[in-house]
């Protein structure tokens, strides 16, 4: 027997939340499966995606792998390039890319190819991560246009508060003041941008967690915007253990039991990628029901508390999140958001379909 811990992907889910993308919207969809699909592995993601318009990542690699793997939809470099030699692998593979800052404007100058890269010219509205500041993007864009190695522009930005109450105002209207004086395409939206503001969608929205079932926004379910989670995280108990009042539990006994108490251990740790900040009450579901994890997870394992559930014992099924469990919840029990919880599954954990 294997180590029981699984990372379920139903495909059928991402398929599901594809088609609402697609309800939601009139403009193409560029599908983000950065961060190996955000965790659910790139192939798998890619195959129920399959539907979409075009797939954004950052790692040539794994853009190379789609193409390989038979997908001819756009497929973008959320980052570009990150030196000379990629030049020759985006022309052969068709790859697109984001130039987001004038040395990699300079790089393509000394690039011999002619007329075979579509680019996607990133524009800094007030994020200030990457991109050219409106200022920068009329002359950016003329040495795009002139460049004999550029077949097609679109031009993107990022909001840093399209989930947030601050919302899109101020850099959607920047936004569309530089685009005003080019006649190229345009993409802005990331989830909560799709799912809030239609007047961000444009020629092309790049929706990412919200294609995995999980909301952009914290006081919005899942549920509620009709999307279905594509990962099950779970294990089994492997011991358990019987405590008594004054009894503690784990590195630096975090837990201390008040009464006797009976807990399970679970075979899921931090090199899973269980976060180790989970606290004390974080909700776990032991055979469907839901109770609290106790004191500080290991590397391998981590405690449930199991007085309530005397029918519980050693191998029942233990949902870490997913099906039952909003990954959102044990994610702010953590202090962290879905996005971070979903890319830190480690490769030790099977993903099965
Ligand atoms: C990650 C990313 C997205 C997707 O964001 P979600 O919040 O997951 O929908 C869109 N655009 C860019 C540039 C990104 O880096």
């Not at 470099?77 to 030699?85: H, K, P, S």
């Not at 740790?269 to 609290?292: E, F, H, K, M």
């Amino acid at each position: 027997m294997a180590r029981p811990i699984q990372a379920h992907i139903d495909l059928s889910a991402l398929e599901n939340n594809l088609h609402v993308a697609r309800r939601t919207t009139f403009a193409r969809i560029m599908s983000v499966i950065k961060a190996d699909g955000y965790g659910h592995g790139l192939l798998h993601v890619a195959e129920a995606l399959a539907a979409t318009d075009g797939y954004a990542l950052l790692d040539i690699r794994d853009a190379v792998r789609l193409r390989e793997a038979g997908y001819r939809q756009t497929i973008l470099l959320l980052e570009g390039f990150f030196g000379a030699a990629e030049l020759p692998v985006i022309a052969e593979y068709d790859l697109t890319s984001v130039i987001h800052s004038a040395w990699q404007i300079d790089m393509l100058d000394a690039y011999p190819g002619n007329g075979k890269l579509d680019v996607w010219l990133k524009v800094n509205t007030g994020m200030n991560r990457l991109g050219f500041t409106p200022e920068q993007v009329s002359l950016a864009m003329e040495q795009l246009r002139r460049h004999r190695a550029v077949r097609d522009i679109t031009l993107m930005t990022h909001f840093a508060n399209a989930d947030e109450a601050r919302g899109v105002a101020g850099p959607l209207a920047l936004f569309n003041d530089v685009a005003a004086a080019h006649r190229v395409a345009r993409s802005m939206a990331n989830s909560a941008a799709l799912l809030r503001y239609p007047a961000t969608h444009g020629d092309w929205v790049r929706p990412g967690i919200m294609l995995y079932g999980a909301s952009p926004f914290v006081d919005v379910s899942t549920q509620q915007l009709g999307l279905k989670p594509a990962m099950t995280l779970s294990s089994r108990i492997i011991a358990t253990q019987e405590l008594r009042a004054g009894d503690e539990v784990g590195y630096g006994a975090l837990f201390r039991a008040e009464h006797n108490m009976r807990i399970g251990i679970v075979a899921c740790g931090y090199a899973d990628g269980y976060p180790r900040s989970a606290q004390n009450g974080t909700p776990i579901l032991v055979d469907g029901q839901r109770t609290q994890m106790l004191g500080r997870v290991s590397m391998d394992m981590l405690y449930v508390d199991l007085s309530a559930l005397p029918q519980c014992d050693v191998g029942s099924r233990v949902v870490l999140w997913g099906e039952g469990l909003p990954i959102e919840e044990v994610a702010r029990a953590a202090g962290t958001v879905s996005y971070e919880l979903m890319c830190a599954l480690t490769p030790r954990v099977p993903i099965k379909l």
